[in-house]
């Protein structure tokens, strides 16, 4: 049965920094490319940061670039987005997501059920 469970998420002060975690069970995490989308109130999803396969490659929205980092270690199927410099635009429920980049897995795809992040003063 694929599990995809994030924690980590709460209320913080504007400059305050959060990790979520995103662990992945019922499937070969390591052959899945893991991002973090997010969603605020009355918006649409967004893609927020995107780790590859192997970890060695990322990639950041603009709105995030330099504050946020993602990561992850296949050894203990989890990944992670560290969050600094919070900032009030950046609540919103956040999402991580497997997509499939094997041949035998190409475009399949899970999502966890979120995890709420409030900046708030």
């Known amino acids: 049965q694929v599990q995809i469970v994030e924690s980590g998420g709460g209320l913080v002060q504007p400059g305050g920094s959060l990790r979520l975690s995103c662990a992945a069970s019922g499937f070969t995490f390591r052959n899945y490319a893991i991002s973090w989308y997010r969603q605020a109130p009355e918006k649409e999803r967004e893609l927020v940061a995107t780790v590859s396969v192997g970890g060695r490659n990322t990639n950041y929205s603009d709105a995030v670039k330099g504050r946020f980092t993602i990561s992850r270690d296949n050894a203990n199927n989890t990944a992670y987005l560290q969050m600094n410099n919070l900032e009030p635009e950046d609540t919103a429920v956040y999402y991580c997501?497997?997509?499939?980049?094997?041949?035998?897995?190409?475009?399949?795809?899970?999502w966890g059920q979120g995890t709420q992040v409030t900046v708030s003063s």
């Open positions: 997501n497997a997509l499939g980049r094997t041949p035998s897995n190409w475009g399949r795809n899970y």
